[in-house]
């Protein structure tokens, strides 16, 4: 194929995006950063109260039609509420509690491949907050999935106002105060309309998140 027949290829058609791949490498790293984590003092752990409240900021960068991962940039910013499930359960390095939140995202700002800003939320988080930890650090892996919705198309052409949201992986309580922690997170993210579009293009990207937690 001659390199002129190579450039004429539509983006859209010539990106995959290789979503088992890279999902399972996040989850991947999540589960060795929670396994080198030592327990050391029990009673010191920051997800012992049953509800769990945090105000949090996070930048995403991914691809939507190509396969750079600086096409498209979304900065958020919202509100979680989180409620325990259970007590301490499972053996070793997946012992833990289940948390199920929600979160409201008021802040939903995408720049790069198109400017435009939108409101969010998340009925589904479910967090697991791993027993292994020391007297100041404690490490969580979360799923979660929601919507957004728009002024504008987004991605933009014949797709939706309105996208569902999907993330996973996890981060670090970092003790800070009588129950009071904060929150580093590294998620991979998915934004999609799932076919409410003539077309459905997809962004997938990485996510950097910090929060600070209340726990009660």
């Given at each position: 194929m001659s390199n002129f027949e190579l450039m004429s290829i539509p983006p859209v058609e010539a990106r995959r995006f290789s979503f088992g791949k890279n999902s399972c490498q996040v989850f991947v790293f999540l589960i060795v950063a929670c396994s080198i984590v030592r327990s050391q003092n029990p009673a010191s752990r920051v997800t012992s109260e049953n509800w769990d409240f945090s105000v949090w900021i996070a930048g995403e960068t991914g691809e939507e039609t190509s396969n750079s991962f600086a096409q498209a940039q979304i900065w958020t910013a919202g509100l979680f509420a989180g409620r325990m499930l259970t007590d301490e359960t499972g053996k070793g390095w997946g012992r833990g509690k289940l948390e199920y939140a929600v979160d409201f995202v008021p802040a939903f700002e995408t720049y790069g491949n198109q400017r435009t800003h939108g409101i969010g939320f998340d009925p589904v988080i479910l967090r697991w907050n791993s027993a292994l930890h020391?007297?100041?650090?404690?490490?969580?892996?979360?799923?979660?999935?929601?919507?957004?919705?728009?002024?504008?198309?987004?991605?933009?052409?014949?797709?939706?106002?309105?996208?569902?949201?999907?993330?996973?992986?996890?981060?670090?309580?970092?003790?800070?105060?009588?129950?009071?922690?904060?929150?580093?997170?590294?998620?991979?993210?998915?934004?999609?309309?799932?076919?409410?579009?003539?077309?459905?293009?997809?962004?997938?990207?990485?996510?950097?998140?910090?929060?600070y937690h209340w726990f009660r």
């Amino acid at each position: 194929m001659s390199n002129f027949e190579l450039m004429s290829i539509p983006p859209v058609e010539a990106r995959r995006f290789s979503f088992g791949k890279n999902s399972c490498q996040v989850f991947v790293f999540l589960i060795v950063a929670c396994s080198i984590v030592r327990s050391q003092n029990p009673a010191s752990r920051v997800t012992s109260e049953n509800w769990d409240f945090s105000v949090w900021i996070a930048g995403e960068t991914g691809e939507e039609t190509s396969n750079s991962f600086a096409q498209a940039q979304i900065w958020t910013a919202g509100l979680f509420a989180g409620r325990m499930l259970t007590d301490e359960t499972g053996k070793g390095w997946g012992r833990g509690k289940l948390e199920y939140a929600v979160d409201f995202v008021p802040a939903f700002e995408t720049y790069g491949n198109q400017r435009t800003h939108g409101i969010g939320f998340d009925p589904v988080i479910l967090r697991w907050n791993s027993a292994l930890h020391t007297s100041r650090v404690s490490p969580y892996i979360e799923l979660s999935g929601g919507g957004v919705w728009t002024p504008v198309n987004l991605p933009p052409g014949r797709t939706s106002n309105f996208n569902f949201m999907a993330k996973g992986g996890g981060g670090l309580y970092l003790r800070t105060q009588h129950r009071q922690a904060l929150d580093l997170g590294l998620h991979w993210s998915h934004i999609s309309n799932a076919n409410l579009g003539a077309d459905n293009y997809e962004f997938n990207g990485i996510q950097l998140s910090i929060a600070y937690h209340w726990f009660r």
